[in-house]
């Protein structure tokens, strides 16, 4: 069974930039899509970003593209979220995730590793 752990979450001014990464163990991660969703309370699970396996092929929500960069390392078995240009409505509890299928801008994934929380100060 894969754990995943995301850390780089925190309190940030809005304008600034954060980095999330998320590690796996159990599994190997290389044949899997990986991304992120985000959380907030009140709100539904919302996706924010998926990256193929190879790394080569990405998708975006509309709310991030162009402030957000999703990439992996598929030798460290981790996936990145770089964040800039934060806005305070980019606040909320951010969750890694791994699945089989790409399924587009689905927030689902198989497996979530416990979120990390993101806080943006106006």
């Known amino acids: 069974q894969v754990q995943l752990v995301e850390s780089g979450g925190g309190l940030v001014q809005a304008g600034g930039s954060l980095r999330l990464s998320c590690t796996a163990s159990?599994?190997?991660?290389?044949?899997?899509?990986m991304g992120w969703s985000r959380q907030a309370p009140g709100k539904e699970r919302e996706f924010i970003a998926v990256?193929?396996?190879?790394?080569?092929?990405?998708n975006y929500a509309d709310s991030v593209k162009g402030r957000f960069t999703i990439s992996r390392d598929n030798a460290k078995n981790a996936v990145y979220l770089q964040m800039n240009s934060l806005k305070p409505e980019d606040a909320a509890v951010y969750y890694c995730?791994?699945?089989?299928?790409?399924?587009?801008?689905?927030?689902?994934?198989?497996?979530w590793g416990q979120g990390t929380q993101v806080t943006v100060s106006s």
């Open positions: 990256i193929s396996s190879s790394g080569a092929n990405t």
């Open positions: 995730g791994i699945r089989r299928f790409n399924y587009g801008s689905s927030p689902l994934f198989d497996s």
């Open positions: 159990g599994r190997t991660v290389s044949r899997y899509y």
